[in-house]
């Protein structure tokens, strides 16, 4: 599952399915708004660093369902489904670097990547990505 790839992306969603869709953003103090995520360590796989990176960036547990290593040029994203009910409001991490915590249900204006790359994510089906269930 560990190729070239050393940096993943988390699509965090919680496990009931909404009327209206929704993901997890977390707003860096220096790059804005962004999917969690980050480099992976030496022998990790997508699942574990995806985990650990949303535990690090949000204290949210999830599980790893699939991933895509197609979306973002030189990283894979992993949806993670969350047993969290989403909140209107945000929270603190603990990574010092995270200022905020939040449930999306638009692409924030104070965004780091484009909105494109974040719009292709959100369009992606992710039941035709690679399964990390056994």
């Known amino acids: ?11 965090a969603v919680p496990t009931q399915e909404l009327e209206m869709p929704c993901w997890l953003m977390v707003r860096h103090k220096e790059r804005g708004w962004e999917l969690p995520g980050g480099l992976m360590i030496e022998n990790e ?5 995806a985990l650990r990176e949303l535990y690090e960036e949000s204290g949210l547990l999830g599980i790893a369902t699939n991933f895509e290593t197609d979306l973002v040029k030189d990283g894979v994203v992993v949806r993670v489904i969350v047993d969290e009910e989403p909140q ?41 990505s690679s399964s990390l269930s056994s």
Not at 45 to 49: E, G, K, L, N
Not at 119 to 126: A, E, R, S, T
């Open 45 to 49: 796989t997508y699942d574990i660093a």
């Open 88 to 128: 209107p409001y945000g929270w603190d991490s603990n990574d010092e670097k995270i200022l905020e915590v939040g449930w999306c249900v638009d692409i924030p204006a104070d965004l780091y990547w484009g909105e494109e790359e974040i719009q292709k994510i959100i369009n992606h089906d992710w039941s035709a």
């Open 1 to 11: 599952m560990n190729s070239e790839t050393n940096w993943v992306v988390v699509w």
